[in-house]
């Protein structure tokens, strides 16, 4: 009894999926012919194959759906990328500008710098200079006053930019020069009347710096210059050889210049350039 419940269990089970299929397939033709009448009914299909392909249409078209999602979010971001790429380089390129006006600034208000620094120093080495010469002036000044006091303290007279010294004896005319000499002067040079009229005021016989030892006739002074102005008394030079040293004679005229022996004793007068 029992293999026989089992038998028509299973044969009912048999009918009932043969009933449920065929109420699918008539279901089913029913709502494609409802949708279109022109349309020739489908073969009848089994409920799962439906399903299962209009699960894999679902599929395709959420798979077609994300590809399209991707491939917009890829141009999304080159396209931001780009920009930001841009902005990047235009920001780069600005802040470039900037350094390299600034680096030009620099390099003019440096070059102005250098300029001014050049010039400065050159004013400051022309003023160097020029103390350096003023203190220069300045010393020999002092010199030549702590000079002048000493040669007026010890019986020099000052006259037209020369200072004089009267000797106190007498020597021969190379003694005589060699005093002067020694004492950083020479025998008298004289130029022109008024100092030849200073000379006068003394009232003595005087050695002056005029020989012509070297060459007869030929006179010069002590530094080497040839005498151009002469105050030669009467009938002098007389031409005697031996006399070959000049000599102040006659104080009391004006032409009072006189050959003598260069061995013979007399005073002497010693000059000395100085300006004041």
């Known amino acids: 009894m029992e293999t026989i419940i089992y038998e028509n ?3 009912m089970s048999m009918v009932f999926e043969n009933l ?3 109420t699918v397939r008539v279901v089913v033709s029913k709502s494609r012919s409802g949708e279109d009448s022109q349309v020739p009914a489908a073969a009848p299909e089994k409920e799962d194959e439906v399903m299962k392909r209009e699960h894999q249409t679902s599929g395709v078209k959420l798979y077609g759906l994300v590809a399209v999602s991707f491939g917009l979010l890829c141009i999304l971001q080159v396209t931001l990328n780009i920009f930001l790429h841009l902005a990047l380089f ?3 390129e600005a802040r470039f500008k900037n350094l390299t006006e600034e680096r030009e ?10 300029s001014q620094y050049h010039s400065l120093t050159e004013e400051r080495d022309e003023l160097k200079k020029r103390l350096k010469n003023f203190e220069s002036q300045y010393n020999s000044l002092t010199e030549e006053s702590d000079k002048l006091k000493r040669r007026l303290k010890n019986g020099w ?3 037209s930019g020369s200072l004089y010294y009267i000797s106190s004896n007498e020597k021969t005319w190379q003694e005589s020069r060699k005093d002067c000499l020694q ?3 020479d025998l008298i040079i004289i130029n022109n009347k008024e100092e030849q009229n200073f000379m006068r005021e003394f009232k003595k016989y005087l050695w002056i710096g005029l020989t012509d030892i070297e060459t007869e006739g030929k006179w010069k002074w002590v530094d080497g210059t040839p005498l151009t102005r002469s105050f030669w008394g009467s009938k002098e030079p007389n ?7 000049g000599q102040i004679k006659h104080p009391d005229s004006e032409n ?3 050959d003598e022996r260069c061995s013979n004793p007399h005073y002497w007068i010693c000059e000395e350039k100085f300006s004041l």
């Open 9 to 11: 269990e299973s044969a």
């Open 20 to 22: 449920h299929d065929a």
């Open 90 to 92: 235009a920001d780069t």
């Open 105 to 114: 600034e620099l390099e003019r208000k440096m070059n102005i710098s250098d």
């Open 157 to 159: 007279l000052y006259f």
């Open 183 to 185: 004492k950083d002067a």
């Open 239 to 245: 031409g005697k050889t031996l006399e070959n040293c």
């Open 256 to 258: 009072n210049w006189n």
